[in-house]
């Protein structure tokens, strides 16, 4: 029970990696405030995980609805010891580049990168009282791309950039990491009436070195270690969790 009388904010936590991060918390008695746009989703993670779970509806986009998520979540707990950005879209793949709106670019630097920055910017002051810290969640594509997904990889190499930038900045008080997901299965992490098996075939999990797509569970396990004292003397980091892809060659 690593988690036992802290408080941790999860935006984007009503579903997916986030989801699995918040439960993983809470089964470790945390208590967790979800920061996400998803009503439906967030309240019926609220109702699964019990009166641990705080959910505020809102956009990490919007620095009116993230000041309102961290004084309500700081007012509810009483302190703040950790938070994870999480939150951004989730769909790489946007067309070709002479093809991209300056609204779309936006959209997505706004949800997956000045996201983090309004949430850390918020919770910073909190956080300092309890010597917390902080995870942030990247991807692997902010390594290795596929075409046309230019927008999503600027994103995800920006939150690796603003990780260390954070780490130095706000140390030794407070930690700061990142960790970059690769391929990971999150159908099962869904509100509970839109639950279904992944969709995998055979193929999917034996590409991977490990022998098998990732589960949230795999993230979500690694974030609470960053976040626990355990963690104390690692800070400014990156740990990639793709299950080998990043160092396998993929010659033919």
């Known amino acids: 029970m690593r988690f ?3 408080v941790v904010l999860v935006t984007g936590g009503a579903r ?11 089964d470790e008695g945390g208590r967790v405030c979800i920061l996400d746009p998803d009503r439906h989703a967030g309240t019926d993670a609220a109702r699964e995980y019990g009166d641990h779970v705080l959910y505020v509806r809102g956009s990490v986009a919007s ?23 999480n939150a951004g879209i989730a769909h790489p793949e946007i067309g070709p580049i002479e093809d991209v709106t300056l ?17 850390t910017k918020a ?26 997904t230019e ?28 960790i970059s997901p690769g391929w990971i299965a999150t159908e099962e992490m ?10 995998v075939s055979r193929a999917d999990h034996a590409q991977h070195p490990v022998g098998r797509v990732g589960k949230p569970d795999d993230i979500a396990g690694l974030c609470a270690w960053l976040l626990s004292s355990e963690a104390g003397f690692v800070t400014g980091e990156n740990i990639v969790v793709d299950g080998g892809m990043t160092k396998k060659m993929m010659y033919v």
């Open 151 to 178: 927008a999503y990889a600027a994103t995800k190499g920006g939150i690796l950039a603003l990780t260390h930038a954070l780490a130095i900045s706000l140390g030794p008080t407070i930690r700061v990491n990142a």
């Open 190 to 199: 869904a509100p509970r009436d839109q639950r279904r098996a992944p969709k």
């Open 16 to 26: 997916g990696i986030g989801r699995a991060i918040t439960k993983r918390l809470v």
């Open 123 to 148: 919770a910073v002051p909190h956080l300092r009282r309890t010597s917390g810290a902080i995870v942030n969640i990247s991807s692997t594509r902010a390594l290795q791309s596929e075409p046309e």
């Open 103 to 119: 609204a779309t670019w936006r959209k997505y630097i706004d949800a997956n990168l000045t996201g983090a920055f309004l949430v």
């Open 4 to 6: 036992t009388d802290t």
């Open 63 to 85: 620095e009116r609805d993230v000041r309102r998520a961290v004084s309500g979540c700081v007012k509810w707990g009483k302190r703040l010891d950790g938070v994870v950005n």
